[in-house]
C-alpha cells in the first residue's frame, strides 16, 4: 500500500471514529489539527497578530542641523518592539507541541498522538519485511508541533504556509528520540513532500534575504545621517568658538 493511501486511509477512520448518524468531523480548532488536516485558512487565522504599520519613507531633503524629531524616534522604537513581540508569539505557537484532535461534536471530541512503529509488509514474491512508519495513534503519548503534523498529513499546501510564518525544519519532537520532519519523510517515503519542503525553506530564506537587506539598507542611512548630524553639530560649535 502507497504511503499516501495509509494516510488518507488514516485520516478517512479518524474522522469516522465516534461518529454517530453519519456525523461530520467539525473544523479544527488548533494549529496542530489544522495543519494535519490541510486547513491553511485556520493555520492563517490562528497564526493572526495585531499588524504593525510599516516604516514610513525616510525624507529626501535631510538637514542635518534640524532638531530631531524626538516623536517619530518613539514611534520607531515602539514598531519596533510591537513587531519583536509578534514575532515571538508566533515563534511560541509554531514552536508549541500538540496532540490532533477530531471533533464530531462538542462533546465527541478524540485525541492522537504521533508515533513510531513497525508493520510487516507483503512483497510480491510472498516474502514479508519489517517496515517503520510513522502514524498518528490514539494510545500515543507523544505531541508535535503543526509542521511535523502537516508533514505527517502530506498537506503540502500547509507545509508552505507553516515554513512561509517561521516554523523551524530542523526543529525535533524530544520525548520522541528528537524525531524530525525529516525523519518523518525518510521513514514514510514522502518523496513529493520532501520536495515541497525543500522548495519552502529556499522560498522562505529568499524572502528573509530581501526583508534583511531592506532594513539594514534603511539602518545603514541612518546611521550615515546620525553620523551627518553629529559632525555637523560639532562644526558648528567650533564655528561659534572662533567667532567668541
Known amino acids: 500500500i502507497e504511503r499516501n493511501a495509509l494516510i488518507k486511509s488514516s485520516k478517512k477512520k479518524m474522522a469516522d471514529e465516534g461518529s454517530e448518524g453519519g456525523a461530520k468531523m467539525m473544523r479544527p480548532h488548533d494549529l496542530c489539527s489544522a495543519a494535519f488536516f490541510g486547513d491553511v485558512e485556520k493555520i492563517k487565522e ?7 504599520e510599516e516604516e514610513p519613507p525616510l525624507e529626501t531633503d535631510f538637514d542635518p542641523l534640524a532638531p530631531v524629531d524626538e516623536e517619530a524616534v518613539a514611534a520607531a522604537a515602539d514598531r519596533q518592539a510591537r513587531r519583536q513581540a509578534n514575532e515571538k508569539e508566533i515563534s511560541h505557537r509554531l514552536s508549541t507541541l500538540r496532540k490532533i484532535v477530531t471533533r464530531l461534536s462538542a462533546v465527541n471530541v478524540q485525541e492522537y498522538g504521533i508515533f513510531a512503529t513497525a508493520v510487516e509488509q507483503l512483497h510480491d514474491d510472498g516474502t ?16 508535535a508541533a503543526p509542521l511535523h503534523w502537516a508533514v505527517l498529513g502530506r498537506e503540502h499546501a500547509a507545509i508552505e504556509a507553516l515554513i512561509s510564518a517561521g516554523a523551524d525544519p530542523e526543529a525535533v519532537i524530544p520525548d520522541l528520540n528528537g ?12 518523496h513529493e513532500t520532501s520536495k515541497v519542503v525543500a522548495r519552502a525553506i529556499a522560498s522562505a530564506k529568499e524572502k528573509r534575504a530581501v ?12 546611521a550615515e545621517r546620525e553620523h551627518q ?15 567668541r
Open 229 to 243: 548630524r553629529v559632525h555637523a553639530q560639532e562644526e558648528m560649535r567650533r564655528k561659534e568658538e572662533e567667532e
Open 46 to 52: 490562528l497564526l493572526a497578530v495585531e499588524p504593525v
Open 211 to 222: 526583508e534583511a537587506a531592506a532594513i539594514d539598507a534603511r539602518n545603514a542611512l541612518l
Open 179 to 190: 524525531l524530525s520532519i525529516h525523519d518523518i519523510i525518510r521513514i514514510n517515503e514522502l
Open 128 to 143: 514479508f519485511s519489517i517496515v517503520s512508519r510513522i502514524k498518528t495513534s490514539r494510545k500515543s503519548p507523544f505531541a
